[in-house]
């Protein structure tokens, strides 16, 4: 089993015709997605992806015309949180949202909306969802990831990548990685995707990655030392980050005692998540995690 994606999903993309949407649309039927429209308004009629993709000016049309169920957006960042409302509107149930830079002040009112129409929302700012060997929405590359029973739940794009190739290494996959995003407000948490992978038969063990700035993680923490019956590893990145200093992503700023690196990583710890100190650890640290856990 997976979370949110399968081989049965089928994707909207919203931006199809412009060349980012292109590219990654391109590099989703590679892998396997099941893309049943584009949505580019004033396109409508036309093909998108070598004349094989219809594209519609609406999301709601295209549900109509394809039964689709997700959407994934690409968008320029002002146009980006209208096209997710869009989406939540039309009744989409998984929207990723790879658009960086929405103001804080839209997001508010997006996450509002789709929590009311029960609409799962990934990012803004982030690079998507893949459920291995079945289907992927976003620009994670593929090739790197295998099959296992490991989830993986980042708010880094490139730590993502790291944590599942390190993953693979030790002989161990995965089912579902997320990257959920790195803005100061994101449609799912890590809380949320937590939940997820408990509920998921399959998953077997999570790696969590984390980062300076922000409660997201102590939250996921608090909740998983109750509710989570599966080994989780985390990291949190920043650890080298001066105090005050936004780095990288906007929710990458430390402005409570907590939110440091070295504070997130105790609380991590007292939660029974095993941390790690470098990224180059995490396989390793995952595949001793499993093997006392399901030890026969």
């Known amino acids: 089993m997976s979370i ?3 081989k049965s999903t089928r994707v909207i993309v919203q931006g199809i015709t412009g060349s980012e949407g292109t590219f990654h649309s391109e590099q989703m039927i590679k892998y396997g997605t099941n893309i049943v429209a584009g949505v580019t ?14 594209v519609f000016d609406s999301v709601e ?10 959407s994934i957006i690409f968008v320029p960042p002002a146009f980006a949180a209208e096209a997710v409302i869009e989406s939540a509107y039309s009744g989409i149930e998984v929207v990723v949202c790879i658009s960086e830079g929405i103001p804080v002040k839209n997001m508010i009112e997006v996450k509002a909306l789709c929590k009311k129409n029960n609409t799962h929302l990934i990012g ?4 998507g969802i893949i459920t291995v060997d079945e289907c992927k929405l976003g620009i994670m590359p593929g ?10 739940i980042s708010k880094s794009g490139t730590l993502t ?15 579902t990685a997320i990257g ?70 906007a929710g990458a ?32 640290m995952m595949k001793v995690k499993m093997e006392k856990k399901y030890a026969k």
Request: proline content about 5%; glycine content about 14%; some cysteine.
């Open 61 to 70: 049309e295209a549900i109509k015309k394809t039964g689709a169920n997700a």
């Open 143 to 152: 090739f790197i990831c295998k099959k296992g029973d490991i989830g993986v």
């Open 180 to 249: 959920i995003g790195g803005d100061p407000i994101i449609g799912t948490s890590m809380k949320d995707a937590i939940e997820l992978f408990e509920n998921d038969i399959d998953t077997k063990g999570l790696v969590m990655i984390g980062e300076i700035g922000g409660q997201m993680e102590i939250e996921a923490a608090n909740w998983a030392k109750d509710n989570c019956s599966k080994p989780i590893v985390g990291f949190i990145a920043g650890q080298t980050a001066p105090p005050g200093r936004r780095m990288g992503h």
């Open 253 to 284: 700023i430390v402005s409570g005692g907590n939110e440091t690196a070295e504070a997130k990583m105790k609380i991590l710890s007292d939660c029974n998540i095993d941390v790690s100190t470098s990224v180059a650890d995490i396989g390793e």
């Open 124 to 127: 803004p700012n982030c690079p």
């Open 161 to 175: 990548y790291e944590a599942i190739d390190q993953l693979v290494k030790n002989d161990l996959g995965v089912t």
């Open 41 to 54: 308004p004033g396109k409508g009629g036309t093909k998108a992806i070598n004349n094989s993709i219809p």
């Open 4 to 6: 949110l994606i399968n």
